[in-house]
């Protein structure tokens, strides 16, 4: 097997799917009220071309790790089929899927019959009328009826992703972290990155993991005993508190802008129409779907899948002055 390297030699075995653009919520960070100008459908991978790529990705390149996203992914609706194909693959790479939580209450136990492993949901905020602010969309009680039922399928570890924004939710660290614990969740804070379709991310304006971690201080965090690995997640030791499965608890801060973990990246992505990102900053892709649709085979889609992710850059270069936003934004990149 030829794995995915590139010329700075990382490896990538993690695969991120973004199985749609749309989405029922309207993230104020991610998306303006009006929603986007979506991917028309005859453009967006069937659930077949995106199972052959996964199984290219698995067998002929080395991918052990499949996280479904988009847009969101639970309005996909071949989503269980897709994870139960993927699922059959030798072998079985670790599935998991990132979702805003809507309608997991209703499909979380054939998730998990289908073989996925874990869920990410995302949740900024406690309160309903906060989350109506943010999302633009009065859906509070879906997210949390979806995480209980999550953990309630064995989706498990169940992790929560909380982007904090400035004057909006950044009083809520504390009362996240206390919820996630209580509840047996991980907890993991994003920094806001600039992916949002309105090209309104200011640095200045960010929260950092500096001062996030500034606000957990009551908690007394420990440095974590267990190397971080690939993981885009720096984790933290929650003295005198276990998770669900008995192990001392943790959280995570994942800041991508103030302490990059560029040099450690083992992710390659593949949007909804077929193009694969070597980076979620990346300002070119290689097309796939054409190769798809023009008769290609295997090895042809690998190599070329190859070969783009040889391309990769060191670093993302949000700090360098020439810094240009992607095209896309994260919701159309999967996030
Ligand atoms: N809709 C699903 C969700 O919200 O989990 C999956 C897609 S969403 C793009 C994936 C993750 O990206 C979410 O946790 C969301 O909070 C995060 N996200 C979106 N825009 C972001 C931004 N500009 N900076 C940092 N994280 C962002
Ligand atoms: Fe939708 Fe996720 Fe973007 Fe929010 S962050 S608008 S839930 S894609």
């Not at 991917?39 to 067998?59: F, K, Y």
Request: proline content about 6%; charged content about 25%.
């Amino acid at each position: 097997m030829t794995v995915l390297a590139d010329r700075f030699g990382r490896i990538a075995t993690d695969l991120r799917v973004s199985l749609t653009d749309r989405c029922n919520l309207r993230c104020t960070y991610c998306m303006p009220a009006e929603g986007l100008a979506w991917m028309p459908q005859p453009e967006q991978l069937t659930d077949d071309e995106v199972s052959r790529l996964v199984r290219i990705a698995v067998e002929q390149l080395g991918v052990t790790e499949v996280r479904f996203t988009g847009g969101e992914p639970l309005i996909r609706r071949g989503l269980v089929g897709i994870i139960a194909a993927a699922a059959k693959l030798t072998p079985k790479p670790k599935l998991s899927v990132t979702s805003n939580g809507i309608g997991l209450d209703r499909i979380a136990i054939s998730l998990k019959e289908a073989g996925l492993d874990r869920v990410n949901v995302s949740l900024d905020t406690l309160d309903p009328a906060r989350f109506h602010t943010l999302t633009r969309r009065d859906r509070h009680s879906d997210v949390l009826a979806g995480l209980r039922a999550a953990a309630e399928a064995g989706l498990t570890p169940v992790k929560i992703n909380t982007v904090l924004m400035r004057g909006v939710n950044d009083d809520e660290a504390p009362a996240l972290l206390r919820f996630a614990l209580d509840h047996g969740y991980q907890l993991r804070f994003i920094e806001q990155m600039p992916l949002d379709a309105q090209h309104q991310w200011d640095r200045h304006v960010m929260v950092t993991a500096e001062e996030i971690l500034a606000a957990l201080e009551p908690f007394a965090l420990q440095p974590d005993d267990v190397s971080r690995g690939t993981a885009p997640a720096e984790t933290w030791l929650i003295p005198g508190y276990t998770d669900a499965a008995g192990q001392p608890a943790r959280v995570g801060v994942i800041a991508s802008v103030t302490r990059p973990f560029c040099g450690d990246c083992d992710r390659t992505r593949l949007t909804a129409d077929g193009q694969v990102r070597n980076c979620l900053f990346a300002t070119d892709e290689s097309d796939l779907r054409k190769l798809l649709r023009g008769g290609a085979t295997d090895d042809r889609i690998a190599e070329a899948w190859r070969a783009a992710m040889w391309g990769k850059r060191a670093g993302h270069g949000i700090d360098d002055p020439t810094f240009l936003q992607p095209a896309r934004p994260m919701s159309a990149i999967g996030g």
